[in-house]
């Protein structure tokens, strides 16, 4: 791996279990392997280190809205989606823990934000209009804007609401459940066991990570 490619990775690391304020260039250096005069090679700033990663976050989000609900299977292309994203606050948790507190200097983070949250909102709804056409969901389409602005909420700041509950073991399965229930009651039976196995699996692969 080339280094600036393992600062990079290093960084983001850090930056998600430390958070991005604590983690200064000399432990980061240490982190890499590296001497700080090598990081500053690289990485002129701690500012340009973190656009980086935001390039790649970016990169990844644009990678997930790409991807239509698959009309034929909608649940389970639904449970694909829900895996995409976790898999991606995993990956970037301090952007999404930290982001009021750094992104401001960021452009791509400043300017982003709320077009990525409209956007994937938007993507829920086309999700929850898949099964409502395959009668999979009893659903108002008029109401489905409504339903993925609540389901937004949730799925963005629910791993948040549990961790200031002093309550983070198993706060992503419980984010992806605390969802479920906003239309749970109104989803075709096997719509339901397809969704909820697919957050299961996503449950494990957290604790395998872990």
């Known amino acids: 791996m080339k280094t600036r490619d393992r600062i990079v990775l290093t960084a983001r690391a850090l930056f998600n279990r430390e958070g991005y304020g604590a983690v200064t260039t000399a432990a980061l250096a240490e982190a890499c392997g590296i ?3 090598n ?13 980086a990663i935001a390039d ?6 644009e990678e997930r809205m790409a991807v239509p609900p698959d009309p034929s299977d909608p649940a389970a292309s639904y449970a694909r989606w829900l895996e995409a994203l976790v898999r991606e606050q995993r990956r970037y948790r301090f952007l999404y823990r930290d982001s009021p507190h750094h992104h ?19 993507q829920i709804a086309q999700h929850l209009a898949a099964m409502v056409e395959r009668g999979l969901l009893d659903w108002p389409i008029d ?17 948040e609401y549990f961790t200031e509950l002093a309550e983070p073991d198993g706060a992503v399965r419980r984010t992806l459940l605390q969802h479920l229930t906003l239309f749970e009651h109104r989803l075709d039976a096997d719509a339901t066991r397809t969704i ?15």
């Open 196 to 210: 909820r196995d697919g957050i299961e699996r996503i449950d494990e692969e957290v604790k395998a990570a872990a």
């Open 104 to 122: 401001e200097p960021v452009p791509v983070l400043a300017m982003k934000i709320p077009e990525w949250l409209r956007r994937s909102e938007a």
């Open 143 to 159: 109401r489905l804007s409504e339903l993925a602005a609540n389901a937004t909420i949730i799925l963005r700041y629910g791993l």
């Open 39 to 51: 990081l500053w090679y690289h990485f002129k700033t701690k500012r340009e280190l973190l656009a």
């Open 56 to 61: 790649e976050f970016s990169a990844e989000i």
């Open 35 to 37: 001497s700080e005069g």
